[in-house]
């Protein structure tokens, strides 16, 4: 390793121009961590909330965006056990992943998926851990049910169909044009519904409601998807495109004995993070493997344009993921 390396950082909070390319001091292995070099790293929407400033990095996390990527082992800390200098990982970071080298906890990572390669490999870790832990662990979704995702085309919402699918729940999705319904019809939704020519209420609740909701819009959507739920049903949320305040009639979720939940993933403990991971590995990675499910590409952009793969995301234009390539391979 050399002792600098090129990386895109936030100059100041604002729009996708406020990525620069820059140079940093290669990042070392603490106690339990491995040290990437990153060929591909995921960009997500918390990079760009990050970037306006609305989603600090918590304490002790590098300050340049990027929350998975997918590389080479090039060294390891004290403790660390399960990877050696030159195993192909992806990993679940702390941050800095829009750079040549990345420090993270060795119990985050997990091996490249067979016949995926490192690009495919770098969108996994952010969406599966995120689908994983609120669908499945926090959400409770069983075989049968009938589940509900919105934004049905995104990186989140691609990997939610399919694992939903797979595991044996009755997808249905909303999504904001018919290329993006086909798609979500493609990977396994039973019926998508483009939120600009229907009532998502209305076509849920005619199928006797929603058992499960995923949620990223929040807003209006709040109150909307508490009457689209079943009783004895239950919201995820898990972002807030639309904002995180609204009012609310607590009296239904007692009365249809309503659960209200969500999380977000970057402020979780190490040892929480840990623990999705062995059960993904457990769970999921098999599944990959198989080539029963699969990461969604949209689009992939040099590190030095970082600012395009920025903008190409918040124009909502995208299906499934968008990648930055850093070393390639």
Known sequence: MTDTMRAVEITKPGGPDVLQITERPVPQPAHGQIVMKVAWAGVNRPDALQRAGAYAPPPGASDLPGLEAAGEVVAVGTGVTEWSVGDQVCGLL????????????AAHCLPVPKGLSLKEAACLPETYFTVFSNVFTRGGLKAGERFLIHGGSSGIGTTAIQLAHVFGARVFVTAGSEEKCQACLDLGAE???NYREEDFVDVIRAEGGADLILDMVGGEYIPRNLKALADDGRLVQIAFLQGPKVEVNFAQLMTRRLTMTGSTLRPQSDLAKAKIAQDLREAVWPLLDAGRVRPIMD???????ASAAHARMESSGHIGKIVLEVAGG
């Open 94 to 105: 702390p941050g800095g992943g829009y750079a040549e080298y990345v420090a993270t906890p």
């Open 191 to 193: 019926r998508a519904i």
């Open 299 to 305: 689009s992939e952009f040099p590190l030095d344009q």
